[in-house]
């Protein structure tokens, strides 16, 4: 089983940075993908980035692609999401989610652990 403690969130300005982190208990860590998520006030919860288990390989939504970065520290047992030149858009609270399974699956309920949230607010 993983525990999963994200943190980071914060207000910003928009084009302002923000760096999360995510946290994960338990020896298996190298054995998950991971996954940061977003939801916004009144929207789905959707899919943000996604890291390997290497962390050789990332995907990440259109909507992010060329300001997100992602990120993991098998060492630290630590997943990141670099944020940059962030908008309004980008306010929702963030999640971290880890998947054991096979593949480069997006789907929310292709994840099997999850944190509470970090909360992320950008101004304009």
């Known amino acids: 089983q993983v525990q999963v403690v994200e943190s980071g969130g914060g207000l910003v300005q928009a084009g302002a940075s923000l760096r999360l982190s995510c946290a994960a208990s338990g020896r298996t860590f190298s054995s998950y993908a991971f996954a940061w998520f977003r939801q916004a006030p009144g929207k789905e919860r959707e899919f943000v980035a996604r890291v390997s288990r290497s962390g050789a390989n990332t995907y990440y939504a259109d909507s992010v692609k060329g300001r997100f970065t992602i990120s993991r520290d098998n060492a630290k047992n630590t997943v990141y999401l670099q944020m940059n030149s962030l908008n309004p858009e980008d306010t929702a609270v963030y999640y971290c989610?880890?998947?054991?399974?096979?593949?480069?699956?997006?789907?929310?309920?292709?994840?099997?652990?999850w944190g509470q949230g970090t909360q992320v607010t950008v101004s304009s």
């Open positions: 989610a880890a998947d054991g399974g096979i593949g480069r699956r997006i789907g929310v309920r292709d994840f099997d652990y």
